[in-house]
């Protein structure tokens, strides 16, 4: 997802963030599906207390593991050159844990207009951390990373902001994506076309924005029922021969395998290969990313864990852990530790990068983040916006 693996304005990432909801939820997805256009009035407070205690543990099961996978995946970039089989598995994670992220971003997002009061929601829960960690990105870059010359520049988002940019975009086009009578074959059409215009550029990394959007609409069209089909047990036996033969797959082409179709940040002209062939691996990416996100979705459990409750702070886990894995190298920890590139250096690298962004994602650390990833920001909006 970026030109290099390496490079720090290109990394991959990132987590989904919610539809408005009660704001003591910090968590980048809803948790349950928003409320049915025919409601008949406004829920009160116990009502909307009543709702916020019944969140479906599901989602947030899948957000915590996605955003284990995340940070995981972006800890295995500085270690994982001359291993196969880390490389194979980087492959496999990043195949399907952006789709499902989006996919659940807009499955949340259906009930996304453009009324006064979610557009301040969007703006304060989108908008506004994606300026604060976007400065706080780039200015860590300048003085850790030693690059002084780093600019602060709002429209090229640094390391895994992009997907705030991302985010904010689609949740502005969800009514014409509803408006649609064929909303996914259109979002195709616009992300092979994407891949093959090299003029697209950098700002506000629109490729990537542009390639990932059919899993948002994907995600708009899905229903309750769909997830009940994924959950399935057939389906979740399905789901270990894809697994088992995606590894395989990943193990055998790995060598070969050019990480940027992963990412979605190029056009077919900058991977140097025929126009053409963007449009065609669009599809064939699509198709696999489709697949390993419901093999995914299918071993998710489905009751309440330990880890559930994290799931509602994957935003503070998301935005935070780029710090952890940035600061390491900035320090050279990874070039000076060359074991960590072995096999034991990689289970202690994932451990570690698990655990920190489960601590990231807990309440006490939401709380203390709540300023920059969900701010009151009363006094910038008209009163009577809410209300009309």
Known sequence: MFRAPSAYDRAPLPPATREPEPRHEQTPTATAPPPD???????????????ARKRDP?????????????????AWEP??????????????????HMPAFILISGYFSRSFDMTPAKVKRL?????????????AYSLFKRYAGDSPDTPISLADPLYLTWFLVALFVWRVT??????????????????MLATLSPDIGDDLDLQRVLQFLPFFVLGLLMKPEHFAWVRRREVRLLALPLFAGALLL????????????LYRANSAQEMDVPWWSGAVLTLVMFGC??????????????????????????????????????GAVYAGLFDHYTWLSGPAGLVVVSVVAGSAVTLM?????????????????TWAFRKDSAKR
């Open 37 to 51: 256009p025919g409601t008949a009035a406004p829920p009160t407070a116990a009502a909307s207390s009543s709702a």
């Open 79 to 96: 270690v994982m050159d001359g291993s196969r089989a880390t490389r194979a598995l980087y492959m496999i994670v990043y195949t399907f």
């Open 361 to 377: 994602c807990t309440p006490l650390v939401g709380r203390a983040l709540r300023s920059v990833t969900d701010p009151d920001m």
């Open 123 to 135: 703006i304060t829960s989108v908008a506004v951390p994606y300026v604060l960690f976007e400065t």
């Open 289 to 326: 990313a489709l697949a390993l996100t419901i093999g995914f979705l299918a071993w998710v459990p489905r009751r309440a864990t330990w880890f559930t409750a994290l799931g509602a702070g994957t935003i503070c886990g998301y935005l935070l852990h780029g710090f952890l894995v940035k």
């Open 174 to 191: 969800t009514p014409i994506w509803r408006a649609l009578r064929h909303p996914l074959p259109v979002a195709l059409a616009i992300a």
């Open 58 to 74: 599901y989602f947030d099961n899948v957000k915590y593991l996605a955003i284990v996978l995340v940070a995981v995946a972006h």
């Open 250 to 261: 990943a193990y055998w082409i790995a060598p070969h395998m050019r990480l940027g179709w």
